[in-house]
């Protein structure tokens, strides 16, 4: 009977502890620039995002190198921009997608959203959605028509049909087209992520805009965000990484570009 019990608890201990690695993974996040991340997930696959030309049209929004890093899988949102697509710096990766695809490789699922950029009803930029252990990651990409449109009825009706609701992380478009920083974050208030990190911005002025923006409608409108200033270009989303004495208060994490170095294990300034 001893040892029957025992190897029930062995048992148990094993799959308490399976569950656990399993129901909390970790996600290592790098800002290269502009709307280009990496992120690795803990199964060694990893994703670049939109790893497009540095400085592009010659205005402050540089993406920096990877230096020697190989990524498992590579997205664009689009290639008709050279901030987004530059060929002569597309790495090697097993998969590269320039068109949107669906991809399922061990745990983690990519879902391509069809996003319109410069006209509604344009579909002509992909959002990706990342889904990888119960935690959902949106990268954005060039939603400007619906972010300029936001507070029309038609559009809010279409970015929810379109976006998850409470995705664990937003990689937001704050900036440069049409001064849509405003609009930006109706847009952030609207689709109400748990975190979101910043991007797609011209000039540190255009950020800090943002961010004050933030600040005064916390004051004015009594919005519930939380802002975020990390000096440094990583990020690391923990399964718990949720605020769950406030579920609707929405953190907005700032990051600065920097050149990949390796992600060591880290927690983050808030943790």
């Not at 889904?131 to 939603?143: F, P, R, S, T, V």
């Amino acid at each position: 009977m001893i040892i029957i019990r025992s190897i029930i608890l062995a048992l148990f201990l094993l799959y308490v502890t399976s569950y656990s690695q399993e129901e909390k993974p970790i996600i290592k996040i790098h800002y290269i620039g502009h709307s280009s991340f990496i992120m690795q997930f803990d199964d060694d696959i990893s994703v670049l995002t939109d790893y497009g030309t540095s400085n592009a049209w010659g205005l402050d929004s540089p993406i920096y190198d990877i230096n020697d890093f190989q990524p498992t899988i590579v997205t664009y949102s689009h290639t008709h921009h050279i901030d987004h697509f530059d060929s002569a710096r597309v790495p090697n990766a097993q998969y590269i997608f320039k068109e949107p695809n669906t991809l399922e490789l061990d745990g983690l699922e990519i879902t391509p959203i069809q996003t319109c950029e410069k006209e509604l009803g344009a579909n002509d930029v992909t959002s990706y959605l990342f889904e990888y252990k119960g935690l959902k990651i949106l990268h954005l990409a060039d939603a400007q028509a619906y972010i300029t449109n936001i507070y029309e009825d038609s559009v809010r009706q279409k970015v929810k049909e379109l976006y998850p609701e409470r995705v664990d992380l937003l990689f937001m478009t704050i900036g440069f087209y049409k001064d849509i920083s405003k609009s930006a974050e109706e847009f952030l208030y609207f689709l109400k992520p748990q975190n979101a990190i910043l991007m797609h911005y011209w000039s540190k002025d255009e950020k800090d805009n943002f961010l004050n923006i933030i600040d005064s409608q916390k004051v004015n409108n009594h919005r519930e965000y939380e802002i975020i200033k990390i000096d440094d270009s990583k990020y690391f989303l923990f399964e718990n990484d949720k605020n769950k004495e406030n579920l609707e208060i929405i953190k907005v994490i700032s990051l600065e570009p920097k050149p990949f170095t390796e992600i060591k294990q880290e927690v983050n300034n808030d943790e």
